[in-house]
């Protein structure tokens, strides 16, 4: 390790230089402080014989910055303002041996930002935001000759003045060499908006794709910083010092960390040590005070999501209520209606008010309408004070996603998310708030499952709820509710080299989000939402609001799908299934969109024309029956041995019914290959084939029971994986 007051001297030389010099001066400057203080991990050339067979093999790693803050008296033509200036160099420094082609190419180019200026004048003053990267590389030869890369070759990927983007190729590297590089980010900013610990938050996972020999951080910030991080899943404490000039070091280096033992259903921040740190400044003329500001932990975060139910500072929207009312046109309908029914209009005048309105960024690309996601905190603390001025008996659920860290590791407010449950006796009713297309009592695959806090509200005044709390766990949902059934009628076109395939497919829960958002434009649905609650119509939405109105035309003409726009979408949706672009495809189009929880199967079809799956065989045809019911997940043998348990994406089921013509003259050869039956208790795959008249019936079927399964239990996953994979494989003969 860099003993600290050579960093302090090293990186205190870069900050006071950094902005007097030249980008070619200053590059050439950090290329020899990091290289010439590089602690002697950095010297290391050879590999332990454990990981020879390894694809590469970092031999250091290390990430160190310094953050230094100070105010600065801004100067205007009327009065003098203050700006609190942070300066930050961070640099990663890492040296690999690489070992394969595949390292090889991996390694083979660097691509960063090069610059990026922010900043903003007002009337004659300038506050600063700019951001500068610099990096260097050198390759090793096994001889010991090393050549430093000319980074004045590189290629600038996007070049606008203030925004450059640039990529640098490392000519001559090859398998055997030794790569040391670095990248190291220089900002200067004077925008306190973006001094903020969920601005500055870095998160450190102590694993990488590689086997890492020595691995080192080192983080400095003077006094006027505020700082906290988290050690979770077993990752070391940070060793903490402070410095003769009071500047706050934290420091840790570990030796031998292991590589991803699997990236295949993974949750990284359940399953991997990491060092997630941030900092803020603690200036008294700066916002640190404010609760907003803070990071700390669960009951910090906790109570910091209590006190935006303040009515007077964060006033309650009463638009979804608005609606409600309108709906049911009278106070008498309203309460004469079934709770579960008035529930779901309120929920789905949330969804109508928050993904019908728009702002004039949307117009950018409006392909991405489908893709918004709201955030579930700030729906969930309107949507409660809404329940609790109706009366109606609920609770919060405060949760973390499945793909994020666990309620134990809650580190920044933007953590943690939250959900609804209604009291309606033994059936509760949830409203989450996650996309567009997430249904009324639906709960979103990435919280099934999931320890919860749950907090009943009660209304002391307009500026106080007080919160009753227990702990919970979010039910989880069936395979058979996240569902894909797909019917496939099969023949051979008269050349007897393609498949037609007609296709009719049914999607529910979980399984059919993606292919909603693929194949509904955002017209579709922005329609059947209004539809739902007898909302106002698209264009008067629009002209209402300040943002959209001169451009309301344009988002009626772009929210829709052309013909071509629709097809391609088919197309695509065909491409992922069958793992190749139809030849042709006909008659498709969407059967029910399921925008609700009264139609909740999406449903779809399609006629498609298939090359490459039919082989001639003097008179005879080989089919590759296995492949008309998708392709299968293949296991790797570094994906074999297992001690992380395995996250899978949600409970789920299948069942293709594939029907396949036999041509007249021809019989059928391979069918009872076509029979498989492996059912353990993680799930089943089974496949039964059987010849009726002139047609072979095949249905395949393949379930994973749990969202989550021990690392032990990872070879009964495994052999259902391996039975797919088989029957992919699976061909039949036909016969003249």
Not at 244 to 255: A, E, I, L, R, T
Not at 443 to 462: C, L, N, T
């Amino acid at each position: 390790m860099k003993k600290p007051l050579l960093l302090l001297s090293f990186l205190i030389v870069i900050g006071t230089a950094l902005y007097a010099q030249t980008y070619n001066e200053k590059a050439a400057e950090v290329q020899k402080m990091v290289w010439a203080n590089a602690p002697p991990e950095f010297s290391l050339k050879d590999v332990p014989a454990k990981y020879a067979n390894e694809s590469a093999v970092i031999l250091a790693q290390s990430y160190t910055m310094q953050r230094t803050s100070n105010l600065k008296f801004k100067f205007m033509i009327i009065a003098a303002g203050v700006a609190n200036r942070v300066t930050k160099i961070s640099t990663l420094h890492e040296r690999v041996k690489i070992n394969d082609k595949s390292a090889l190419e991996r390694y083979s180019t660097l691509e960063y930002q090069k610059k990026l200026d922010k900043s903003q004048s007002y009337m004659l003053v300038k506050m600063n935001d700019v951001h500068n990267t610099y990096i260097g590389a050198k390759i090793i030869k096994p001889n010991g000759q090393e050549t430093t890369v000319n980074t004045g070759e590189e290629v600038l990927l996007k070049n606008t003045g203030k925004d450059q983007k640039g990529k640098l190729a490392i000519p001559g590297l090859q398998v055997g060499d030794i790569l040391d590089y670095y990248i190291s980010n220089n900002d200067l900013s004077e925008n306190a908006m973006e001094d903020s610990y969920k601005k500055n938050d870095q998160i450190y996972v102590l694993a990488d794709e590689y086997p890492i020999l020595n691995y080192s951080l080192y983080f400095q910030f003077n006094s006027k910083a505020s700082v906290y991080y988290v050690s979770a899943n077993g990752a070391p404490k940070l060793e903490e010092s402070t410095l003769p000039n009071s500047d706050q070091v934290f420091k840790m280096s570990q030796k031998d960390l292991p590589k991803y033992q699997s990236q295949k259903w993974v949750s990284v921040y359940r399953q991997y040590p990491y060092i997630e740190i941030s900092s803020a400044s603690k200036s008294k003329m700066m916002t640190y005070n404010n609760p907003a500001a803070r990071a700390g932990g669960l009951t910090d975060n906790k109570n910091l999501f209590q006190t935006f139910f303040n009515e007077l500072s964060n006033p309650i929207d009463q638009e979804p209520k608005n609606i409600l009312k309108d709906y049911f046109d009278s106070k008498k309908n309203l309460r004469a209606a079934p709770l579960d029914s008035s529930m779901k209009i309120l929920y789905d005048a949330w969804k109508l008010h928050v993904f019908g309105n728009f702002d004039k960024d949307d117009l950018s690309d409006l392909s991405l309408l489908n893709y918004r996601k709201a955030k579930g905190t700030v729906a969930v603390i309107n949507m409660s004070r809404i329940l609790t001025d109706m009366d109606i008996p609920h609770e919060i659920l405060l949760v973390c996603s499945r793909d994020n860290s666990s309620l134990d590791n809650v580190y920044n407010f933007s953590d943690l998310d939250a959900l609804i449950r209604i009291s309606n006796g033994n059936n509760p009713l949830y409203m989450c708030f996650d996309d567009v297309l997430t249904h009324f009592n639906e709960i979103p695959a990435k919280f099934q499952g999931e320890k919860a806090i749950s907090m009943v509200p009660k209304r002391k005044s307009s500026t106080k709820y007080v919160f009753d709390e227990m702990n919970t766990t979010i039910p989880m949902v069936s395979a058979e509710k996240n569902h894909i059934d797909e019917q496939l009628q099969i023949s051979l076109l008269a050349d007897m080299q393609k498949l037609k395939v007609q296709r009719l497919v049914k999607q529910t829960g979980n399984m059919r989000h993606s292919d909603q958002k693929n194949l509904l434009s955002a017209m579709d649905i922005d329609n059947a939402l209004m539809e739902l609650v007898k909302g106002e119509p698209l264009a008067k939405r629009l002209s209402k609001n300040p943002d959209t109105k001169k451009s309301a035309d344009a988002f009626l003409a772009g929210m829709g799908k052309s013909l071509v726009e629709v097809r391609k979408s088919f197309m695509d949706e065909a491409k992922g299934q069958f793992d190749q672009e139809p030849t042709q495809i006909s008659d498709y189009k969407v059967i029910n969109p399921a925008i609700e929880n009264n139609k909740p199967v999406f449903e779809y079809t399609s006629t498609v024309v298939l090359n490459n799956l039919v082989k001639k065989a003097g008179n005879n045809y080989i089919i590759d029956a296995g492949k008309l019911a998708g392709s299968f997940v293949q296991l790797d043998e570094k994906d074999r041995k297992r001690t992380l348990d395995v996250y899978m994406p949600s409970a789920r089921s299948f069942k293709y019914t594939l029907s396949i013509i036999i041509p007249q003259g021809y019989k059928v050869n391979g069918v009872e290959e076509l029979n498989t039956k492996k059912i353990n208790k993680t799930g089943s795959f089974t496949s039964a084939a059987a010849v009726t008249g002139n047609v072979l019936n095949i249905v395949v079927t393949r379930n994973y029971n749990n969202n989550f399964e021990k690392a032990a239990d990872w070879p009964l996953v495994s052999e259902l994986i391996d039975a797919g994979f088989a029957f992919n494989n699976q061909k039949i003969l036909l016969e003249k």
